[in-house]
């Protein structure tokens, strides 16, 4: 039996209309599609979340259509500018709202940053490391004007490391995508046995 195709949940943390990590995060998005997987675009900037109270944040207004989505998705592409050697604002009220979701998931990162973005790949993978989901070994940065020009790819070896993501991202997610799905089906122990209903 086939597995169903990959669902990636490609999330644009940056809330500026003109951003390069939307451009960038775009295309990584078209290129999966291209490879067989879904690839769902959660724009931050466009469907806003309200700030992160763990008393009203599952109540208020957008959780409830946008929950399923996250928990849908095998894959999280997680796209944000490098503020200050951090993650934005919006990425990590993102993430805030659904760590549940993470767990026996993939995450694959893309920071755009002058500076390499290597903290803020660091952040966003112990994230993951903190909500039980995996991450890829390495992250893409890029920088504006250099790598990405008026909204478009401009080098040659960004265009090459995304390419890289891409086929890691379709090959790392469907293997942990078919073992998390076995893990909550089984019996066995791991720590996806908390997560089976």
């Known amino acids: 039996m ?10 644009v943390g940056s809330l500026n209309p003109s951003s ?29 979340l309200a700030l992160y109270n763990p008393d009203t944040a599952y109540d208020a207004p ?15 592409l997680l796209g944000t500018p490098d503020y200050h050697g951090g993650i ?7 993430l805030d709202h659904f760590w549940r979701e993470f767990a026996g998931k993939l995450f694959a990162t893309i920071v755009a940053s002058h500076e390499k973005g290597l903290t803020v790949t660091d952040q966003l993978r112990t994230v993951a490391r903190q909500c039980y989901a995996w991450a890829l070994p390495y992250g893409v940065s ?3 004007q250099e790598d990405v020009r008026d909204g478009r790819i ?22 942990l995508a078919r073992q998390r799905r076995a893990d909550l089906a089984g019996t066995e122990p791991g720590f996806m046995a908390r997560h089976r209903k």
């Open 62 to 76: 957008g959780f409830q259509a946008l929950q399923p989505r996250v928990e849908r998705a095998d894959v999280y």
């Open 142 to 144: 890029f920088a504006e």
């Open 2 to 11: 086939s597995d169903p195709p990959l669902q990636v949940l490609a999330v």
């Open 88 to 94: 934005s604002s919006a990425m990590k009220n993102f």
């Open 20 to 48: 390069v990590t939307r451009a960038v995060i775009l295309r990584v998005a078209e290129r999966l599609r291209a490879d067989s997987c879904s690839a769902d675009v959660l724009d931050l900037e466009k469907e806003p």
């Open 154 to 175: 401009a080098s040659d070896a960004l265009n090459d490391r995304l390419e890289l993501l891409v086929r890691d991202v379709r090959v790392y997610g469907t293997l």
